[in-house]
């Protein structure tokens, strides 16, 4: 293996262009004759639009065009969809209301656009924006979930009864329901899974170009997955025909799930670039992103859990509510569902389990997948349930866990996934013993003596990564295939361009990627080139999330390179007279085996290109494509450890530890793999301790700036110490499982249950604010 191999701690090739400014974002983006757009939204979380008066707008200095909504509509510009078929338990279709990229008669929650303004600067359009002149209607709101499927609350859909989008359930209700009846104990509990705003560091931006000469479209756009966004304006939206639409994303800062969708303004900046005659760009301030941008989670569940008198589960029941907002997103339907109920066993070897899910509308901002994706809601759910059982129960969190581990592999549970390996009881010791968990009482008595309350708390999570395969979510309700793709070029002088469907917005794979050719042709990595973000380069993919850029694109290039690999040994056999079998490929050169006898590779590579002396019938060149479609989800697992100081006078809040044990398989690159979890891991504390989105009943975001809206720190943050042990996943060639979500869902549960060990209190709201702990201390005395 060279030391620029697999499991090499490489650094970051791409960093050096990042920390010397020297990224190319969307914002850096300049096309001839480019103007610049703003847009009018909604100033009401519910209303009727009366009258639209531009006038005033479209005579103001440097304005191009002020475009409404009923114009996009007279162009035949279609509904925003959300690209994932759920059906309720009695075989309805999901409600979904429709969605213009522009308003045309009702606005449903405060920030959608309703018109855009098209000027030679950001200034004027602005400017502009603010002199359109909209007569509202304004109608009740509804913000509360749980409120919304009450009779008489504000409807925000006409298709969609009580607000109610669908009511779906997954499991056995009647053997859960006897599981529960016949239980020796049952923990029950209410929780809460707070709303997240992403705050990806690079806002949201589009720039949409029309080509009137060769009647062509250009996108540049910050999105996770160009090619299906692509598929979407063409096939849905009617922006343009797919072969005449071109989406770019280059460097995109961040993304965390809320840049997979498609959202309004990419659609209405290509409309308005052909509208207007001048390419378009919109780059949204820091309130947009958090009026318009997807939130996350927002959740409001009722367990049971029921137990033996062994301690061992035999039963979990679940309802679930789940706030999807004013319309549907894109993957909104299958984050409280399949990317949530489905994973309701954990580690845990529990008979029977029912869930039941009902989604819900209200004025409020669409909410879709956020870094985990309906994982960290269904382990937040088991993990503090787990552990309010293990204190009815009198026993030691640790060995609840223990007794109910999966132990045995492949495990089909009750919620459709069948797990193909693991080791938990691993991890959990590691996780112990980093943490000194023997010698917690000792520091818990330490800490009283100085006046303080100390608590120690534990996360056993398990997720999926890679959803797949492609032929099973189909039939689950996903509207395209979930494979991925790859194109492997060696040039004439051995230099190798990796073209790949996933996406980087900060993961690390423009070096990753480059480690695993570098593992199988000895080539430096600086040699290869990894080129993804753009549909006129890179075949079809589908795109970066859910974990699923190794497992999934990762094992593309390499079936990829096994192709590249097996056309060079032919090469290589025929130009040094030597069986095919007998040839070798290492440290950059082509050999065979046992012998002196080898060629440079970049010399294979160019009798590819020359085609002087190839093996009879073979074409020239050195190129090859490869689609990878999993046979399974892969199942990253771990034990997280958090322990916290509180301050009882104040209320504050210290981690003043945090373990995290996790097995993710095979390892490419230790090094960004401790990077993917302390990054999770710190956006997991903020959603514990830090993180929440707030309305008023009216429907306003009061937590619509970083004044209101508290992102964690360094100094919220200790030292994490991080290891991992090695189940390697059976699925994929790589026996890699994932690992960019694991922090942020195994977190929350590790930090909430150790503040309510150290208040001795059953449960306590997220995020556990020193005003929210200090209050539940004096409730508690």
Not at 89 to 117: E, F, N, T
Not at 404 to 418: A, E, L, R, S, Y
Request: hydrophobic letters at 40%.
């Amino acid at each position: 293996m060279g030391i620029e191999g697999v499991g090499a701690r490489v650094a970051r090739k791409e960093d050096k262009r990042f920390i010397t400014g020297a990224g190319r974002y969307v914002d850096d983006m300049v096309v001839p004759g480019m103007k610049h757009a703003a847009f009018v939204r909604s100033p009401h979380a519910h209303a009727q639009i009366k009258k639209i008066d531009v006038k005033t707008a479209q005579g103001m200095p440097g304005v191009i065009g002020v475009l409404t909504g009923k114009e996009l509509k007279a162009d035949g510009i279609g509904n925003l969809i959300c690209g994932w078929m759920i059906h309720s338990k009695d075989g309805s279709p999901m409600k979904m209301g429709a969605w213009s990229p522009l308003a045309v008669d009702k606005v449903r929650y405060v920030g959608d656009a309703v018109v855009i303004v098209v000027a030679e600067t950001k200034g004027q359009a602005r400017d502009a924006a603010e002199a359109v002149e909209i007569t509202y209607k304004e109608l009740k709101a509804v913000v509360d979930a749980t409120k919304a499927l009450e009779k008489g609350a504000p409807q925000v859909h006409a298709e969609a009864e009580n607000n109610l989008i669908f009511d779906w359930e997954i499991g056995d209700g009647k053997a859960t329901d006897a599981a529960i009846k016949a239980a020796a104990h049952v923990t029950r509990m209410k929780i809460v899974n707070n709303r997240l705003v992403p705050n990806a560091m690079e806002p949201r931006a589009a720039l949409g170009h029309y080509d009137k000469a060769e009647d062509h479209y250009t996108c540049w756009t910050t999105s996770q997955n160009p090619h299906v966004a692509r598929l979407v304006m063409s096939a849905f939206y009617n922006v343009a025909p797919e072969n005449k639409l071109r989406v770019i994303a280059p460097d995109v800062g961040g993304g965390f799930g809320s840049k997979i969708y498609i959202y309004p303004e990419e659609i209405v900046c290509l409309w308005a670039s052909k509208k207007t005659g001048v390419p378009v760009k919109w780059v949204a301030d820091r309130t947009e992103s958090f009026l318009t941008d997807a939130h996350g989670r927002d959740h409001v569940s009722m367990v049971e859990m029921a137990f033996d008198k062994n301690n061992r589960i035999t039963g979990l029941k679940v309802d679930t509510i789940a706030n999807l907002g004013a319309y549907m997103s894109l993957f909104s339907s299958c984050v409280p569902t399949y990317l949530y109920a489905t994973l309701l066993s954990g580690q845990y070897d529990i008979p029977a389990i029912h869930a039941n899910v009902r989604t819900v509308y209200t004025n409020t901002a669409p909410v879709d997948a956020y870094r985990g994706a309906g994982r960290p809601e269904a382990t937040y759910l088991l993990e503090r349930t787990m552990e309010a059982a293990a204190r009815e129960l009198g026993v030691s969190p640790a060995d609840l866990r223990r007794k109910n581990f999966i132990t045995t592999f492949p495990h089909q549970t009750p919620v459709i996934m069948n797990y193909d390996t693991g080791d938990y009881a691993t991890s959990l010791d590691a996780a112990m013993k980093t943490a000194d968990y023997a010698g917690f009482a000792a520091r818990k008595a330490d800490a009283a003596g100085k006046g303080k309350l100390r608590g120690i708390g534990m996360s056993c999570y398990i997720e999926a990564c890679g959803i797949a395969p492609s032929a099973a979510v189909g039939s689950l309700g996903a509207g395209v295939g979930l494979w991925e793709s790859a194109e492997v070029r060696v040039n004439a002088v051995g230099t190798i361009e990796v073209l790949t469907g996933s996406h980087s917005h900060g993961q690390g794979h423009e070096t990753t990627f480059a480690q695993l050719v570098n593992q199988r042709f000895g080539v430096p990595i600086d040699s290869v080139s990894i080129v993804h973000g753009d549909t006129d380069k890179v075949q079809m993919g589908m795109g970066t999330y859910g974990s699923r850029s190794g497992a999934v694109g990762m094992s593309a290039i390499a079936k990829a390179l096994d192709k590249v690999e097996a056309k060079a040994k032919k090469i290589a056999a025929h130009l040094l007279e030597a069986d095919e079998g007998d040839i070798v490929i290492e440290n950059g050169e082509v050999k065979v085996a046992g012998t002196d006898k080898s060629l440079p590779w970049f010399q294979v590579a160019l009798a590819a290109y020359t085609a002087h002396n190839l093996p009879a019938g073979m074409e020239p060149g050195l190129k090859e494509t490869a689609f990878y479609d999993p046979a399974n989800f892969t199942f990253p697992a771990g034990c997280y450890i958090c322990e916290v100081e509180i301050d009882p006078d104040t209320g504050a809040t210290e981690i003043v530890q945090f373990v995290a044990a996790d097995d993710f398989g095979n390892i490419i690159n230790p090094m960004i793999v401790e990077g993917q979890v302390h990054g999770g891991i710190a956006q997991g504390v903020g959603q514990a301790l830090l993180e929440g989105a707030h309305y008023d009943a009216s429907g306003q975001l009061l937590t619509a700036s970083y004044m209101d809206y508290t992102m964690p720190r360094a100094g919220d943050l200790p030292s994490f110490k991080v290891s991992t042990s090695n189940t390697p996943c059976p699925s994929n060639p790589l026996g890699i499982k994932g690992c960019g979500e694991a922090g942020a869902i195994g977190s929350p549960p590790a930090v909430i249950n150790a503040i309510t060990d150290a208040i001795g209190i059953p449960d306590i709201a997220m995020p556990a604010t020193p005003s929210t702990v200090w209050a539940a201390i004096r409730a508690a005395k």
